[in-house]
């Protein structure tokens, strides 16, 4: 059975129709074609397909599409403004965060979240509230390290 | 003039990156084709069973499936999957691996049906409506096990589960070195069986062109020639000049990307069959029990020294689990990568291997991060710290007193069948790393702390490790059936741009950066100006793909040279249309000017427009601007190094905190130290992985129940500490730049590292070895044993 709905991405009406138990992953990437966020493990377990509901980071794999109705989603897609990074994104340059770049999208809205969260305190921290996001790189050093420094260059500037 | 510093050298940001942080990488599953179908697997719940029927009416009924398909429908079509590496030298039993089982399934994930629908929701829905009947069968899931008189039998073929028996080394040779030891030290190791996990599971997209008749697969693949050749040659019904590969961006591989699976057969049958586009995409499930593994061996071993600690023999006698078919590369990686490097960093007089490969009912083991070497260096590096432990000695002084010192070099190990080794200096990587750990200070910590029940452990690896993997003669000798040279194709473009194609593949190894940063040198322009292609079969030169930590030395060199041929035809060109001699002429900063007179010059670009628009190539000199190398180097490279991890044993509660880690790694120059040290940590976290946290268990049923990313332990962000990283610069004589290769060396120097400190922190109490992963549980049991 097919549901007709209406999702906010990024800023935008998206109207979509797909099967009832379609998952916000799948209706992202295959309903809307925003296929920057990946698909690890479709189980929860690898977060590379975390996205910000609400300003909150989910796992899209374990959201039912149907049931986002009328929030905000926002997605890797959305987050650069003005053809501008997001200072996480940049960071995640400056320190070498990724390789394959498979998880990245995953690692940055999660760390996105985090921040504002407020789970920067320490590398110890960071480390424990960036666990839920797989990088089989083993990344893990430099994707700290830029977190950190968005973290202490967002407490200066404040 | 304008000046450009030299890009080799500099951790050059990656060019790759913008695109991958903004969801702009295009990965298999992100490719879109009009009127896509969907594949979807039906797999074997049984470890061991004969198929009894298989009734598709009702998934074939589903709406939305166009056909569902069995062993019956392809037998005239699809062949088996071939071993293109059976162990060299000796006789190999290799029974078919067939796309779709016929009649039996081997294990748990054998892929007996599929469907294809026009969702992907339905595609499944409908595989789960196949109704197959099986009637089970005794199982084996243990190489030991698989080897004894009246075990299951897996295949008619090979008789006793054996696909093969090889040896190394000198039998006699070693037998007497036995004979006059003053201690022999034994020891038995399981090294554990691993499962990849790239982040990215592997799929196919197949699209058949009516038109042309032409077939294109994209596939997740660290060697799309390769399997190109694989599958026109030797599986499908297409001729190779109508299949067309092409690797997309892909998510991580650690090896398991370089076979060749059923679906690569199964959607290029089935688009071409169809009419539609057909994709496959694993699930995660799928992943874990159909992806092939990696480790899984059973090793016997024994060292005979004197009593001063100088080594003299090694008997190594390895089980190795091929799993329930002959995987694309397994027997020769278990013998080639893993026998011939038994003896590690140090100089052992004689030595005998003797490895059999083992078919069992489990997923298929192949090359995972280190292929053998992990293997080799865990066992010679945990007999080293055996040895010193019986001896009474430091570990340190039993690897100084046997390692190969920096005169030796070349070293060839003897009649192992290696080739020499390149270049080396041991000694100084070692006391690099012991420098920066304190070590006499944290050994009087580690003292003083044991009188308070503190469990702390240094561990030490120092490793080699065989790379840049080449020549094709030697690899040949291995079993492989294909050469193993690297190409390069330049071409300078009429506006003056660089267009370079490697038959090397990145997945996440930045080739565009590093190989750019070689390009862009050789020509004197920037990085912006140089592009790096690879992946796509159709109009590149044939190429190995990426894998064996051998894309810098063999691929780069070939870069090289192709860049040097076409310098030489640049001072040409450029000396004729500065109407000199090319005698007169040099080539600098992307242009040629008149020797002593910089002011008379050509741009690149000028040159090149002239080249390509055939206005002042000299006569007899064809048009155009670009070169090809196939090269295939003399040899490989041995990147080594010393590794110490520092740990905190939980007395309590067995946990295990790593304190510190210190890795000083010689893999010869590097062109950009940024990626060398990604590529290092990366490594690091997998080996830590081994010796801590992962582990493929199966139930004797042949059930994986390790199954998910839940219940199977891939490191994540708070298991892992900071890494210290140093290196030393020992050139190899083999490659251009004289760099060696880093892609597997921190996974294969790690783990020994983190399971000699764990041993060393409980050593006292009695304890001289724990079962990889070194688990809480694993630990907290070793405390409670009486002593």
Aim: charged content about 20%.
């Amino acid at each position: 059975m097919d549901i007709v709905s209406t999702l906010r991405v990024n800023r935008t009406e998206r109207p979509f129709t797909a099967d009832t138990r379609t998952t916000l992953l799948d209706a992202l990437r295959e309903q809307l074609d925003l296929t920057g966020t990946k698909k690890g493990c479709d189980q929860g377990a690898c977060g590379a397909c975390t996205v910000l509901l609400d300003g909150k980071r989910v796992l899209s794999c374990l959201s039912l599409a149907a049931q986002c109705e009328g929030r905000e989603v926002t997605t890797i897609e959305g987050l650069a403004r003005d053809g501008k990074l997001h200072p996480v994104q940049a960071a995640f340059i400056r320190h070498d965060g990724f390789q394959c770049g498979y998880c990245t999208p995953g690692q940055i809205m999660s760390a996105v979240a985090l921040l504002k969260e407020g789970r920067a305190g320490s590398d110890e921290e960071i480390r424990e509230f960036m666990s839920g996001n797989l990088c089989r790189c083993g990344a893990y050093p430099n994707i700290v390290a830029a977190i950190r420094e968005v973290a202490r260059l967002g407490s200066e500037s404040q | 003039m304008v000046t450009t510093a030299p890009l080799v050298g500099q951790s050059v940001k990656r060019k790759e990156d913008p695109r991958l942080l903004t969801g702009n990488g295009r990965y298999l599953d992100d490719i879109r084709l009009p009127n896509t179908h969907h594949m979807a697997v039906r797999r074997s719940p049984y470890g061991h069973a004969n198929i009894l029927s298989i009734d598709t009416e009702a998934a074939a009924n589903l709406p939305g499936v166009v056909g569902v398909f069995t062993a019956e429908d392809l037998k005239d079509s699809v062949k088996p999957l071939p071993c293109g590496m059976p162990a060299g030298g000796v006789e190999n039993h290799l029974p078919p691996h067939r796309v779709l089982a016929q009649d039996r399934v081997r294990y748990v994930g054998d892929a007996v049906a599929f469907v294809v629908a026009n969702d992907p929701y339905i595609a499944h829905d409908a595989m789960e409506l196949i109704d197959v009947q099986y009637q089970e069968l005794p199982a084996v899931v243990d190489a030991a096990r698989a080897v004894e008189p009246g075990a299951p039998q897996l295949h008619d073929e090979a008789p006793g589960n054996i696909c093969m028996h090889w040896t190394a080394g000198n039998k006699d040779d070693t037998d007497a070195a036995f004979a006059n030891a003053e201690v022999v030290v034994k020891h038995h190791i399981y090294n554990q069986r691993l499962i990849p996990n790239p982040l990215e599971t592997r799929g196919t997209l197949a699209n058949y062109d009516a038109g042309t008749e032409e077939t294109t697969l994209w596939v997740t693949s660290q060697l799309p020639h390769v399997h190109k050749i694989l599958l026109s040659a030797f599986v499908l019904d297409i001729p190779e000049h109508k299949l067309r590969l092409i690797a997309p961006e892909i998510g991580g591989a650690f090896g398991s990307k370089i076979f060749l699976y059923a679906d690569m057969a199964l959607t290029a049958w089935a688009s071409k069959h169809l009419g539609v586009p057909v994709k496959f995409v694993e699930t995660r499930m799928e992943n874990y029990v159909a992806t092939q593994h990696g480790r899984d061996q059973t090793q016997d071993i024994e060292l005979a020294a004197r009593r001063d600690g100088t080594m003299l023999g090694l008997r190594v006698k390895s089980l190795a689990n091929l799993g329930a078919y002959p995987s694309t590369i397994a027997p020769g990686v278990v013998t080639a990568l893993f026998g011939r490097m038994v003896s590690g960093a140090y100089r052992i007089p004689a030595i005998w291997v003797e490895v059999d490969g083992v078919y069992t009912n489990t997923a298929m083991v192949d090359a995972y991060r280190g292929a053998g070497r992990p293997e080799a260096t865990y066992l010679v590096e945990r007999m080293v710290d055996l040895l010193a432990d019986e001896l009474a000695m430091d570990p340190v002084d039993v690897r100084r007193k046997n390692f190969i010192p920096p005169d030796a070099f070349p070293y060839t190990p003897p009649d192992l069948g290696m080739l020499p080794y390149d270049s080396g200096n041991y000694a100084v990587t070692l006391d690099r790393a012991l420098n920066h750990v304190n070590y006499s200070a944290l050994r009087a910590q580690q003292e003083e702390g044991r009188k308070a029940g503190r469990l702390m452990g240094i561990g030490i690896s120092s490793y080699v490790e065989v790379c840049g993997l080449a020549p094709s003669s030697w690899i040949q000798k291995q079993g492989w059936g294909g050469p193993m040279y690297e190409s390069a194709e330049i071409r300078v473009l009429p506006t003056g741009k660089i267009s370079a194609v490697t038959g090397s593949l990145s997945h996440g190894q930045g080739h565009e950066t590093t190989f750019a940063q070689i390009v862009a040198d050789e020509f004197g322009v920037g990085m912006g100006d140089v592009e790096i292609k690879y992946g796509d079969t159709a109009g590149a030169p044939f190429g190995m793909g990426t894998y064996g930590s051998r894309s810098l030395a063999v691929g780069g060199t070939a870069l090289q040279k192709s860049a040097q041929k076409i310098k030489e035809k640049i001072l040409a060109i450029g000396a004729n249309l500065l109407e000199v001699a090319p005698e007169d002429v040099e080539f600098d900063h992307g242009s040629v000017s008149v020797k002593g007179a910089p002011g008379s010059s050509k741009t690149l670009a000028e040159i090149a427009f002239a080249a390509w628009l055939n206005t002042g190539v000299p006569a007899g000199m064809e048009a155009g601007l670009e070169a090809t190398t196939y090269y295939d180097p003399p040899s490989c490279t041995f990147p080594f190094g010393t590794h110490i991890c520092v740990v905190d044993v939980d007395p309590d509660t067995g946990h295990v905190d790593i304190i510190r880690y210190v890795a000083v790694d010689d893999v010869g120059p590097v062109v950009n130290p940024m990626i060398v040290d990604g590529q290092l940590e990366g490594g690091i976290a997998q080996g830590i992985g081994q010796a801590l946290f992962e582990g493929a268990v199966y139930d004797k049923f042949g059930y994986l129940l390790t199954g998910s990313m839940i219940d199977y332990a891939v490191p994540r962000a708070s298991y892992l500490p900071n890494f210290e990283l140093d290196r030393t610069v020992t050139p190899s004589p083999i490659s251009a730049f004289g760099s060696k290769g880093v892609g597997e060396a921190g996974t294969i120097a790690s783990t020994p590292a983190v399971a000699n400190a764990v041993v060393d922190a409980l050593s006292h109490l009695g304890i001289r070895d724990l079962q990889m992963p070194i688990t809480p549980q694993r630990v907290w049991h070793a405390l409670q044993q009486p002593k």
